[in-house]
């Protein structure tokens, strides 16, 4: 069997391969409603073989929110478009999971086709930001608040709330999005976290409110379904978070019950970053290797033989993949076909099987 085939469990809830389709940002929301074009975009993908299909960054409050056409999950009325979307994905022998977000800083701003530029909070469609510290992610940007202690207190019980719609929705994996320059990763690198009080300064408090949220999640979410987080290894920037800090981070969040590190990189400040193919899987491997915990590969994966080898070899457990699913939302059928391996069709696309 090709390693990238091979079934994975994990708690209670079994994957049929080691693809997954990572969190793509569609700024198709309104008021934070999925709608039909969620359903056919992550159906597509199901209905193509992925193991785990994750949703988009998910707000767990509106001022979560990246754009003002994010996903959302911070009320009741979310759910049921949600629900049928997670039944579908299910349907088809995959798995559904969340990533559940909040923006921090990089919040209020118009989709990337319309420029992707911060949206004042007096003007229409934007609001105030909020972060560890009173820094604007660039020059010419509003700065956010910085969080005070009931601010604190509101992103845990959000994320928590959000936790448990997720459950209500049936979703089987939840991801903490902590990466990307949103507000965890605000928290865990000194380049925006400038604090003074338990949240700032050493690594120990930056990393507190991940921790705190995490197990404010876990309070929740129930103990038999994966939790995932997502992390940026690297800053990429002096001064900024380390790899040897993600390696410290994800020994912490393994002792606390966390089962997969996503492993990204980047996004916190603007810096010169060497992309190329398969450029963060290094993190994913040294994570893995010095902590012994679960980890999922991302960036630039694209083609059979490379995610492959990234499960052979060890780097990883699971591949992350998102342009690639763009292009092909049928990705896992042809790399089984790319790796000599038999896997089941849905019946209504058998007569296009390669034989």
Known sequence: MAHLFSPLKIKNVEFKNRIVVSPMCEYSSTDGFANDWHLVHLGAMATGGAGLIITEATAVSPEGRITFADLGIWKDEHLPKLKQIVDFIEQQGCVAGIQLAHAGRKASHTQPWAGGKQIPSDQENGWK???PSSIPFK???EAPLELDEAGIAKIKADFKAAAQRA???GFKVAELHGAHGYLFHQFLSPLSNQRTDEYG?????????LLEVTETVQEVWPADYPLFVRISAIDWTEGGWTPEESVRLAAILKDKG?????CSTGGNVIAKIPVGAGYQVQFAEQIKKETGILTGAVGMITNAKQANDIIQTGKADMVFIAREFLRDP???LRAAHKLGQEVKWPEQYERAKWH
């Open 129 to 131: 930001t909020v972060a």
């Open 139 to 141: 020059e010419g940007t």
């Open 167 to 169: 459950i209500e929705a």
């Open 201 to 209: 300064g050493s690594f120990e408090n930056r990393i507190r409110l």
């Open 258 to 262: 966390v089962d997969l590190i996503d």
């Open 330 to 332: 049928h990705f896992p």
